[in-house]
Each structure stands twice: as structure tokens, then as C-alpha cells.
């Protein structure tokens, strides 16, 4: 990898999309919201639909290109939730043992599904800062690689694909919405579209603004835990090797509240995509943001909801438990990884930083550590 070790570039996105091609699916786009005063097509905004992903988000491009890359034999990171059960997906039919440490108030379906994977996953009583704090000394302590769920360049690099697809599928697209927790996805997309016009614009909770405080402080700035119904974004700090990237190329940042993340969840349901709230900031940002009269995508970046993931993981169990074997399931698929074959391609046919301030406005209720 070109960039290794010394940032992420834009050549990497590339390796990535040739290492990803029998691992990870290339997503449709959707129509999402009509242009006003056009009565046929013409969809103003397009759903990036990462929510079809395998493992159910797009977690799995970052996931998938550091394992494929690394090719360690035990890996330890920290995770919402999605992460993890990308790299639990990935690993298991490799024979890697793979350890997720989850911060309090992690979904426990999330968990669940992690462990019928076949990974490990160890619980820590405090947030974010705390759970990436205790990956890295299980990482240190048992000799195993740490793959973090945004702070790496191959995770960046992978995340990129998805910016890469849906600049090859829509090369006019004005403005590109991206949902920010750690920052990886934006990184990536950032990075895809280094050379490209397009628009970038991230979307981060309203009690979580790590981004628009970073760049405003001109470097990484930690804030407080905060609770918000967009469970993945709640990074309390931007990676070093997202900050770089998004600091050299995104073009503005929006905050949306959690009724506006409900409001656009709900919009995605009755457009028949079954997002999580994490996977609804993007669309709140543009539904915010009302420009819908320009080609513009938003990205739905998982739909792991109670339902998915009660169903995903009943089903993992019911195929072990036909096996004899614990942990994922082995169906035919690509050349050492199971499940996990290359599908048919389903996809439909200013650089800046921003002045803005957004204040947090978090909350610290008494969150249970998942068991």
C-alpha cells in the first residue's frame, strides 16, 4: 500500500477495490427524492445503499481490506457494533480469532450477533475513549493485531470504495452526504474524490460535533460521552488518519438532532429501506440541507436493526447447530472466505473547510454494560 505509514492516498482506494472484489458487494443506488418540478426521473438525491452490504453495512470494505492486507492470525478492536460484526463475518471462515470490545450502551443484538459469528467480545464500563483504550491493550497484551474501527489506512482506504462506486455510477453527482462517527467512511470518500468536483458534505449527530470541533481547533478534539439514537457515530474523537484526510478535502459539515435522524429513518422505511439510525444521519443532513434540485447521494450506510440482526443471527445459529460447529456458517462461496462470493453488479447507472461551530449538547444517562 502506497500510503502506508504515511497517510492514506488516493491509490489505495484503488488496491482496495481490487482486493474487495469477491468480498464485498458493489451496492445499488436508489431513488430517494424527486427533483422539484420534474414529473418523471430526475431524482434530485440517490441512497447509496450500504445497507444491502454484507454483514449489513459498510463496515465490511474497511474490515475486509485490513484483514485481507494484514493477514494476521488474531485481531482485537473496538467497535459500536457494525464493525465488529464485519470483521466476525470475515474472520471466522479464515480461521482468525478476532476480539471486539464494546463500550457501554452497545446494542445488544449487536453483540449477540457478534458472538454467533464466533467472536469474542469483552464489555468495558465507560465510552468510546475507554473501549479504544482497553482494544489497545488486549492488542498489546496478547501479541494480536489491532484493526480499529476508523483510525487506520487500510480501513480508510477500504471504506473509499464506496465514494469510488458512486463517482464511477453517477460522474455529474454535485453533493455527496456521509454519516460521521470515526470518520472513516468520510475519509474514504474524501479520498476517492481527492480529484473530483463533487461536493462533500459530513453529517454527524448534533451531541457528538468531534469533526466540526476538530477542524475548527485545527486538530483532533475529544468531547465528552454522549448518547444519541445513531448508536455507531458516537466516536467521542476523530482518528489521526480520518482527521488528516478530512481536514485536506471536505467541503462542509451539518449537525442533526436525534428527531431529525428518527424523522429521515422513517422516510427511508416508507421508501422500502430498512436503515438504522446510524444509516439515516446522511439523509437527515440532506433533508436538512433541502438540496434536492441538484443530482446528489446520500449514503445509507447500514440497516442492522433489531429485526435484521435477530433474524441474521437466528438463522447463523440454526446452521451451526446443523453443522456441529459453533461460530459462523461455511456456505460456498469465495476461495477461503464462506459466504462471501462476488455477486453480479447491482448498481443503477471545491475543497474547503467549514467556518461553522456546533455546539455540543450532550446527555449522560446511566448506560448498562452489555454482558
Known amino acids: 500500500m502506497s500510503g502506508y505509514g504515511g497517510g492514506p492516498v488516493p491509490a489505495d482506494v484503488e488496491r482496495a477495490a481490487e482486493r474487495l472484489a469477491a468480498y464485498a458487494r458493489r451496492t445499488p443506488l436508489l431513488p430517494g427524492l424527486p427533483a422539484p418540478g420534474r414529473r418523471r426521473g430526475g431524482w434530485g438525491l440517490l441512497l447509496k445503499a450500504e445497507h444491502l452490504q454484507r454483514s449489513g453495512s459498510f463496515k465490511l470494505r474497511g474490515a475486509a481490506n485490513a484483514v485481507l492486507a494484514l493477514g494476521a492470525r488474531a485481531i482485537v478492536t473496538g467497535s459500536s457494533g457494525n464493525h465488529g460484526i464485519a470483521l466476525a463475518r470475515l474472520a471466522a471462515p479464515l480461521g482468525v480469532r478476532v476480539t471486539v470490545v464494546l463500550a457501554a450502551g452497545t446494542s445488544p443484538a449487536k453483540a449477540a450477533r457478534i458472538r454467533a459469528l464466533g467472536g469474542r467480545t469483552v464489555s468495558v464500563a465507560g465510552g468510546v475513549a475507554e473501549r479504544e483504550e482497553r482494544a489497545r491493550a488486549l492488542a498489546e497484551e496478547t501479541g494480536a493485531v489491532l484493526v480499529p474501527s476508523s483510525d487506520h489506512e487500510l480501513v480508510v482506504a477500504g471504506q473509499g470504495t464506496v465514494g469510488r462506486e458512486i463517482l464511477a455510477d453517477v460522474p455529474d453527482v454535485r453533493t455527496l452526504y456521509v454519516p460521521v462517527g470515526g470518520g472513516g467512511l468520510l475519509a474514504g470518500v474524501c479520498l476517492a474524490a481527492r480529484d473530483h468536483p463533487v461536493r462533500i458534505v459530513g453529517v454527524e449527530p448534533a451531541g457528538t460535533p468531534r469533526y466540526a470541533r476538530s477542524l475548527a481547533a485545527g486538530r483532533p478534539v475529544r468531547l465528552p460521552p454522549c448518547d444519541t439514537v445513531a448508536d455507531g457515530l458516537r466516536a467521542q474523537a476523530p482518528g ?132
Open 240 to 371: 489521526a488518519v480520518p482527521f488528516a484526510v478530512v481536514r485536506d478535502r471536505v467541503d462542509d459539515l451539518v449537525a442533526v438532532s436525534d428527531a431529525e435522524i428518527l424523522t429521515a429513518t422513517d422516510r427511508l422505511r416508507r421508501l422500502g429501506v430498512e436503515a438504522e439510525p446510524s444509516g439515516a444521519v446522511a439523509l437527515a443532513g440532506a433533508l436538512r440541507a433541502g438540496r434536492h434540485r441538484e443530482r446528489a447521494v446520500a449514503v445509507v450506510s447500514g440497516g442492522n436493526t433489531l429485526a435484521a440482526l435477530a433474524s441474521r443471527t437466528s438463522r447463523t445459529s440454526a446452521t451451526s447447530a446443523d453443522r456441529g460447529a459453533p461460530g459462523a456458517s461455511r456456505m460456498p462461496g469465495a476461495p477461503g472466505l464462506s459466504g462471501l462470493s462476488r455477486p453480479s453488479d447491482t448498481s443503477a447507472a471545491g475543497t474547503g473547510r467549514p467556518a461553522r461551530r456546533l455546539a455540543p449538547t450532550c446527555t449522560h444517562p446511566e448506560l448498562e454494560e452489555t454482558r
